[in-house]
């Protein structure tokens, strides 16, 4: 639905003044139809100027976008200005702000109505789509408040609706709930999960929190200095050894007893979560496994486990027993070899 | 000098100064909002960016804002005299003046038109809408508030002005205060006008005041500005949580 390939965009890069900064650097993008796309990365880490790339409010410096089929690049033309095609492509893109950029001096309806003024539709037809879209982000009852009257997370309800306006096919959401409690970031994510279910919506959204990906994101990319580091489903994320995305999304903690010691993070996916296989272990080759930590979570709608274990002696001495594990079908990482990966992942989690 | 005696003076000069303020007023707002919208819109960064007719138009505004009103008047005679076949008189008055308040106007609308957040433009710049749609549903409505102030001190301004088209015979509360007052030492009239001048600017900045503020408290709340900076001053904090564990 969204693809980009090798997107790069260079900040003063047209050598009027000042250095050139990099922001994206060959970024490729796939965005499935109908699923929840999560960017995360920490703030400069180029994720802003991604998502104002794919509608060209930022026009890339090369590479190109295309949005449900149509090459919006191949539209921008040269100025700053955008022609009549690009705006009419634009106007099929939602897109909501982390400050939700309501116009005060309009009411909640009319600010829903704006993208259908645009579009050129009539008042009566305006109104009753507007009334539709308050209705169902839960807001019918404040159609004729003003933004100043609402809380954060009804401004970002009227973002949303105001986002759909025009039967969009993709949403755009730039850190939507950075500006937000958390228990009003949990109601505006289920809400756009729902909305991704019921309208068959694409998302595309960049956070900063990990939580956003963990709760309704189906796939997730990893966005370091410009480059996307690591990206794929959730799912797949998961059962990639040495993960910095799965490790941050589902971190367990714990130290080593000592120095002969071996730790291991064992992750369980779907069947291999209902066997016993730690009681197994330790009966059939006899030996003491200590649990530093674990969890159980639901990371994209998928059922997901993770432990870390101690297993006494190196891990020349335990080559055995880890093979086990991995013959059980679970996902093996041995910690020590990447301690210095895990260090950063809980970094990004925080 | 009585009452009788000053009563139609008054009154005459108080119908001039109406007359050529409210005219001039009126030029300089549908000049100047163009031109200080365009004075944004043109500046490096933004949606008509163009250096050379910014710049242009940035120097036209202040060599005009530069000149003192007395000698714009004078030296304006020429066109004066083509637009209203006369250099006295009223019609003759309003020309100077307003073309004095158009760039005096402009500024005003050019800082009040920056002060709208730029996320807002760029929301509709999302939705697909032109630089037209944004300057007709962003800029201006946004910016109504301050605008409104804007053209309450353009009045001001122009009252003061005014006093000076006495000059050219154009008559007002300004000029009766220097002729009658002044010159021929009728210090009771000279305080009359004074006071009337001084009421009727303390009412134009009320209702000025009070139009502008019931539009920018409009939802029943006051003060959304500093409301957005907090939500923004929170953004890096929470972006650096990380960093510092």
Avoid at chain 1, 291 to 298: E, F, N, Q, S
Avoid at chain 2, 214 to 238: D, Q, T
Wanted: charged share 20%.
């Amino acid at each position: 639905m969204i693809t980009t390939t090798g997107l790069t965009k260079i900040y003063g890069a047209d050598g009027s003044r000042g250095r050139e900064i990099t922001a994206l650097d060959g970024v490729d993008l796939h965005v499935r139809e109908g699923e929840v796309y999560g960017v995360i990365g920490q703030s400069g880490a180029g994720k802003s100027s991604l998502i104002r790339c794919i509608n060209l409010l930022e026009r890339p410096t090369a590479g190109t976008v295309s949005v449900a089929g149509q090459d919006l690049t191949a539209l921008a033309g040269r100025g700053p200005r955008a022609g009549k095609e690009l705006r009419q492509a634009r106007s099929r893109i939602g897109m909501v702000f982390q400050h939700f950029n309501l116009l005060s001096s309009r009411t909640v309806q009319d600010n829903v109505e704006l993208p259908l003024e645009i579009l050129g539709r009539s008042g009566k037809e305006r109104s009753r789509k507007a009334l539709e879209l308050l209705d169902l982000v839960g807001l019918a009852d404040r159609a004729g408040a003003y933004p100043a009257q609402l809380s954060g997370g009804q401004k970002q309800r009227v973002g949303i609706a105001r986002a759909l306006a025009a039967d969009p096919k993709v949403l755009l959401s730039d850190e939507a709930t950075s500006a937000l409690d958390p228990e009003t970031t949990r109601s505006i994510l289920q809400l756009l999960r729902d909305l991704n279910r019921q309208l068959g919506l694409t998302v595309l959204l960049i956070t900063h929190e990990m939580d956003v990906v963990k709760s309704i994101c189906d796939s997730a990319a990893l966005m370091e200095k410009g480059r996307i580091v690591e990206s794929g489903t959730v799912s797949e994320l998961l059962a990639t050894p040495g993960s910095e995305l799965a490790a941050a999304l589902f971190p367990v903690g714990g130290e080593a007893a000592g120095p002969d010691r071996t730790v291991v993070d064992v992750t369980f996916q779907g069947e291999a979560a209902t066997q016993p296989v730690i009681s197994q272990l330790s009966r059939t080759y006899n030996i003491d496994i200590s649990i530093l930590g674990a969890a159980i979570d639901t990371v994209g709608g998928l059922q997901v486990g993770r432990m870390r274990i101690e297993l006494p002696g190196r891990y020349e001495d335990n080559v055995v027993p880890i093979g086990f594990l991995r013959e059980q079908g679970l996902q093996i990482d041995v910690v020590g070899a990447s301690d210095a990966k895990t260090a950063l992942a809980k970094e990004a989690v925080k | 000098m009585t009452w009788s005696e000053m009563q139609p003076l008054l009154s005459q000069a108080c119908w001039d100064t109406l007359y050529m303020v409210g005219w001039s007023t009126l030029i300089a707002v549908v000049g100047g909002l163009p031109l200080g919208i365009l004075l944004v819109l043109t500046d490096r960064g933004h949606l008509l960016q163009n250096v050379v007719a910014n710049k242009v138009i940035g120097q036209v505004v202040n060599i005009t804002r530069s000149m003192p009103f007395i000698i714009l008047m004078v030296a304006l005679m020429t066109f004066t005299r083509w637009i209203t076949g006369t250099t006295i008189g009223r019609e003759a008055a309003i020309v100077p003046l307003a073309i004095g308040a158009i760039p005096f106007f402009a500024r005003l609308v050019e800082t009040a038109v920056r002060e709208v957040d730029g996320g807002l433009v760029e929301a509709v710049q999302a939705m697909g809408g032109n630089t037209w749609t944004i300057v007709r549903k962003v800029l201006v409505p946004e910016a109504l508030p301050s605008l409104i102030a804007s053209t309450t001190t353009t009045i001001v301004a122009l009252i003061g002005y005014s006093a000076m088209a006495g000059t050219v015979g154009a008559g007002g509360l300004g000029d009766i205060a220097i002729r009658y007052g002044y010159q021929r030492f009728e210090t009771e009239l000279m305080w009359i006008t004074v006071g009337i001048l001084a009421v009727v600017i303390s009412l134009i900045q009320f209702a000025g005041d009070f139009a502008a503020r019931s539009l920018y408290n409009r939802g029943g709340r006051s003060g959304r500005a500093p409301k957005l900076r907090l939500l923004k001053a929170k953004e890096p904090a929470s972006a650096d949580i990380g960093k510092v564990a």
